[in-house]
């Protein structure tokens, strides 16, 4: 197979972390007889550096022609004091709108080797996290008629949350789809006791999931999913939901792992395009030191490679790759003192090897 990528490195660590993932692909390529080419295109701080703005015409024309998209992250104190329309986050919301990227996947895993880490409990803990949260990323409250007005006197302000059957469906079934090739299992979390909008996601909800007779469908209120991520992770394997709760749903549950430098994402569009990028931002106080861990970013180059690509045993070789790595090798962040503790290109070298030689 031969794929073209899109490489928007930004700013701070964004750039050293994509190398790390981009030595894996080319690995991943070597062993299983791919060919991955690379375009880099500018984003964020470095493209208002050089462009003048942070999301110039040919990086998403550049996006648009390649089968997929992978990002470092974008921002930093330099660019702080700009107008919000000039900022490098304006970047990152404009590519996402201009490619429609409507699903975004955070996949909340804990290596056993990183347990140590995470705040839940060891005997809750023990019994394995491993779920992914399927968030609506383009309809909702956030994208709803906003206004302010004065009433009486008082200052009073609106947000309409408006959901259509077309929104809600091709999200379900990006959900039911994924269900389908992990556990099996599905949650839609909504507010159906008082919301109107969350009413038509559960009914779209039973009606999709009819055509998914052997996936398990439960469904439950935002409030109650925000307590059984903490007291019982293990139960869950997909989430879906809409735009709002799964933005605070998907924070929640990033913290479970307790490192920010192991989680990926992705955020999909029609006939599974995709961009893929690791939650953590652009951590401008490690830029340059060789301490960022490059994991979330290869993560998610795992995730391009099986989502994207359709190639799953590679994506579970990459991953398997990161857990035997993870057991002998650490970066600064999820160093104890009993590993060898290396730089980001060691960690990179220290997968790509693993992947090549298992
Ligand atoms: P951050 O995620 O960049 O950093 C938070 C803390 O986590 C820092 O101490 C950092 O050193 C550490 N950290 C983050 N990633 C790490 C990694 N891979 N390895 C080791 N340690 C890591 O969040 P922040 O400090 O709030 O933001 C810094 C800049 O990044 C800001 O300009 C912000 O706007 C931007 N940002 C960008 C994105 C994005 O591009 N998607 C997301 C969040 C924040």
Redesign the pocket.
Known sequence: MKMNIALLK?????PE?INEAVKVLNAVGKKFGHTFEYTDLPI?GYAIDNYGLPLPDETVAGCKAADAVM???????K??AMPPEK???KG?LGIRKALSLYANLRPVKLFPPLAFASPIRADIRDKGIDLVIVRELTGGIYFGKKSESVSGGRAVALDECVYSEEEIDRLLKVGFELAGSRGKKICLVDKANVLKTSALWRKRFYEIGGNYPDIEKSVMLVDNAAMQLVRAPYAFDVIVTENMFGDILSDEAAVLTG???LIPSASLGEGGFGLY??????????AGTG???????ILSAAMMTGTTFGLKAEAKAVENAVAAALTKYR???VYTGAEKLVS?SEMGDAVAALLENN
């Open positions: 930004g700013d701070g660590i964004g972390i964020g990002l470092g992250a974008v921002g930093g104190p660019w702080d900022r490098p986050e990152l490192s920010i430098g990028e690791p939650i953590h931002g652009s951590a401008p106080d490690i301490k960022a861990n490059p994991v979330a970013t970066t600064a962040d980001t």
